[in-house]
């Protein structure tokens, strides 16, 4: 079983500085990482699949990278919007599955 | 656009069946590629997979999960559903439904919220 672990769970920062978040495998999933980002009282909402492409709408401030076992994602210049948390989220293509981090919670400083 | 909502009840007795339909609007839910998934989150937790069906009927589910669920799809009505037998308090959550393309979890319903009591 995969096991997935990001970090920090919490991270206050002020609005219009970068940040990035960390998430990491238990073992080798190639690519195969999406990044979601959840508001309170919203259902998620997909950032990034493939590890590094950004899905339909979402600005160009968001960034992901990694391959393996290590995956960050990074938000240039902080808007108001988008404290909120964030969960990286291994999926297999066969047997479908998919396996989640326990979040990372974004905070104003 | 695709937009998906969830119904059902919010509050089920612990050890009965919880019941929950997903409506798929915009889009059809018999599309080639597009499977349709249920996903739990327990008050205050992080998200765990439940379980996915595709319009031939084809369903996968999450391993630790997978003797207490069934889930279903009615091409006709354009709806699949889910259903958890023996519902404990560890099953209270908010639900929620969603299409996946290709691994994508691209459209999500906004969540129904379960309550079981005892």
């Known amino acids: 079983e995969i096991v997935m672990t990001q970090s920090p769970a919490t991270l206050s920062v002020s609005p219009g500085e970068r940040v990035t978040l960390s998430c990491r495998a238990s073992q080798s999933i190639g690519s195969q990482l999406a990044w979601y980002k959840q508001k309170p009282g919203q259902a998620p909402r997909l950032l990034i699949y493939?590890?590094?492409a950004r899905a339909t709408g979402i600005p160009a401030r968001f960034s992901g990278s990694g391959s393996g076992t290590a995956f960050t994602l990074t938000i240039g210049s902080l808007q108001s919007e988008d404290f909120a948390v964030y969960y990286c989220?291994?999926?297999?293509?066969?047997?479908?599955?998919?396996?989640f981090g326990q979040g990372t919670k974004l905070e104003i400083k | 656009q695709v937009h998906l909502q969830e119904s059902g009840p919010g509050l089920v007795q612990a050890s009965e069946t919880l019941s929950l339909l997903c409506t798929v609007s915009g889009g059809s839910i018999s599309t080639t590629g597009h499977h349709w998934g249920w996903f739990r989150q327990p008050p205050g937790k992080g998200l765990e997979w439940i379980g996915n069906?595709?319009?031939?009927?084809?369903?996968y589910y999450n391993p630790s999960l997978k003797s207490q669920v069934t889930i279903s799809v009615d091409t006709s009505k354009n709806q699949f559903s889910l259903n958890l037998r023996s519902v404990t308090a560890a099953d209270t959550a908010v639900y929620y439904c969603?299409?996946?393309?290709?691994?994508?979890?691209?459209?999500w319903g906004p969540g129904a919220q379960v309550t079981v009591s005892s």
């Open positions: 493939g590890a590094s």
């Open positions: 969603a299409r996946d393309l290709l691994r994508k979890l691209d459209s």
């Open positions: 069906v595709y319009y031939n009927g084809n369903t």
């Open positions: 989220q291994h999926y297999n293509n066969w047997p479908i599955m998919y396996t």
